[in-house]
């Protein structure tokens, strides 16, 4: 069956520091993996999308990366922090198999605390 | 470009009173239409989809979401609301052209709170 993991599950990081999230999925080859964040009270925002190994699609301007190093591996980083960089950061990926798209699947989700 | 808008931020119903959350969405196609729920602190639960075929969609815990391609709707509604279905509630929707690659766009999000 096919899972997806996140982690870590809360981080609490200083203004200035690194990120780095990870997210895997499991039992599927060549998912679309995408990045979505939910700053305090507010819905989600789309940051970036995979459609393959190296093939990364930024929806909006900010202090993020994202990479995709392997087929089921995708990472958000950034170099330095920002106060704004704060809120719930979830991992998703497409399931379509044999070409027949059935929805997206969410990871448990970090939560990121800048301080 | 989809837009999803979901125009109640805050709805306070009674335990046991029926529930109906709006969702109108923009999109020049027919589109992939979720609900997803999301409890205090945690992920998000996929209610229902809708791609194609009846347009009245039944989901888990008793809910249920009609398309209505004319008003660029999709509702979701419960006949008869429970204490634990207090949450954040999605509307979302995805490009039917690509197969959905281009992810989810969602609403702001409705607050449930459940009078008892």
């Known amino acids: 069956s096919q899972t997806i993991h996140q982690w870590p599950a809360t981080l609490v990081q200083p203004v200035g520091s690194p990120l780095s999230l990870e997210c895997t999925v499991e039992?599927?080859?060549?998912?679309?993996l995408y990045w979505y964040r939910q700053a305090a009270g507010r819905g989600l925002q789309l940051l970036f999308y995979s459609v393959g190994i190296g093939q990364i699609s930024s929806e909006v301007p900010q202090n993020l990366s994202a990479s995709r190093p392997q087929d089921r591996q995708f990472i958000l980083s950034s170099k330095k922090l920002l106060l704004s960089d704060s809120g719930f950061y979830l991992c998703?990926?497409?399931?379509?198999?044999?070409?027949?798209?059935?929805?997206?699947?969410f990871g448990s989700g970090t939560r990121l605390t800048v301080v | 470009a989809q837009s999803v808008t979901q125009p109640d931020i805050h709805i306070t119903v009674s335990e046991g009173a029926s529930l109906e959350l709006r969702c109108n969405y923009s999109y020049g196609a027919t589109p992939y239409l979720f609900w997803y729920v999301q409890s205090p602190g945690q992920g998000l639960q996929l209610l229902l989809k809708?791609?194609?075929?009846?347009?009245l969609v039944q989901g888990i815990k008793g809910f249920e979401a009609e398309f209505k391609r004319s008003q660029s709707s999709f509702n979701l509604r419960k006949p008869s609301v429970h204490w634990s279905d207090a949450a954040e509630y999605f509307c979302?929707?995805?490009?039917?052209?690509?197969?959905?690659?281009?992810?989810?766009?969602f609403g702001k999000g409705t607050h449930l709170i459940i009078q008892p």
């Open positions: 809708y791609f194609s075929g009846d347009t």
């Open positions: 039992g599927t080859s060549n998912p679309n």
């Open positions: 979302a929707v995805a490009a039917y052209s690509g197969g959905g690659a281009d992810g989810l766009t």
């Open positions: 998703a990926w497409s399931d379509s198999r044999d070409r027949v798209f059935y929805g997206y699947t």
